[in-house]
T-cell receptor, first 114, second 112 residues
Framework: NAGVTQTPKFQVLKTGQSMTLQCAQD?????MYWYRQDPGMGLRLIYY???????DKGEVPNGYNVSRLNKREFSLRLESAAPSQTSVYFC?????????????FGQGTRLTVV | SQQGEEDPQALSIQEGENATMNCSYK?????LQWYRQNSGRGLVHLIL?????REKHSGRLRVTLDTSKKSSSLLITASRAADTASYFC????????????FGKGITLSVRP
């Protein structure tokens, strides 16, 4: 049982380049999330998906797009990377009980935009 | 702006002492969770308390929730050096069960 798998683990981009961060979970969870973590800012929600076929904006969606390809996979795309997008990105997933359940996190993608 | 806000931002204690961390939030919630993050790693779930619960225990952890004050506290008893980590509270707002948002976190250092 791998849990939540993110790829790549590290990436360096030049300003204006595009890339897609991949995330897959094998826990049959309905909900999936993308966060960014910056020093002193905690985790900020970029986008989330409550179920296959739905996505919603979080706190900081500008500059990002997402795709919920199927129940297992949730990708995050940067169309034109900017230095402000230098961050550590985390994917997470959770089941959906009536009052919510715990989230499981991937190990993160450290992205540097130069 | 972020939903949850932890207090204090940093805490340094001696091994064996208790650590108390607080979280305040802004809107009504379905539940509140606490997570731990060791340096450079993903977050790990510690405990969840539902909006109709006031207190919950798990091992050395005790969490309380006061919905009238929109606040929660996490108590770690008999701390160990291995408890050194960052701690985050997270909430899901009422009516948006999947929108899980986090605070900025508390850095806990436990001195041997």
């Amino acid at each position: 049982n791998a849990g939540v798998t993110q790829t790549p683990k590290f990436q360096v981009l030049k300003t204006g380049q595009s890339m897609t961060l991949q995330c897959a979970q094998d826990m049959n969870h309905n909900s999936m999330y993308w966060y960014r973590q910056d020093p002193g800012m905690g985790l900020r929600l970029i986008y989330y998906s409550a179920s296959e076929g739905t996505t919603d904006k979080g706190e900081v969606p500008n500059g990002y797009n997402v795709s919920r390809l199927n129940k297992r996979e949730f990708s995050l795309r940067l169309e034109s990377a900017a230095p402000s997008q230098t961050s550590v990105y985390f994917c997470a997933s959770s089941g959906t009980g009536v009052r919510g359940t715990e989230a499981f996190f991937g190990q993160g993608t450290r992205l540097t935009v130069v | 702006s972020q939903q949850g806000e932890e207090d204090p931002q940093a805490l340094s204690i001696q091994e064996g002492e208790n650590a108390t961390m607080n979280c305040s939030y802004k809107t009504s919630i379905n539940n509140l969770q606490w997570y731990r993050q060791n340096s450079g790693r993903g977050l790990v779930h510690l405990i969840l308390i539902r909006s109709n619960e006031r207190e919950k225990h798990s091992g050395r952890l005790r969490v309380t929730l006061d919905t009238s004050k929109k606040s929660s506290s996490l108590l770690i008893t008999a701390s160990r050096a291995a408890d050194t980590a960052s701690y985050f509270c997270a909430t899901t707002p009422t009516g948006a069960n999947s929108k899980l948002t986090f605070g900025k976190g508390i850095t806990l250092s436990v001195r041997p």
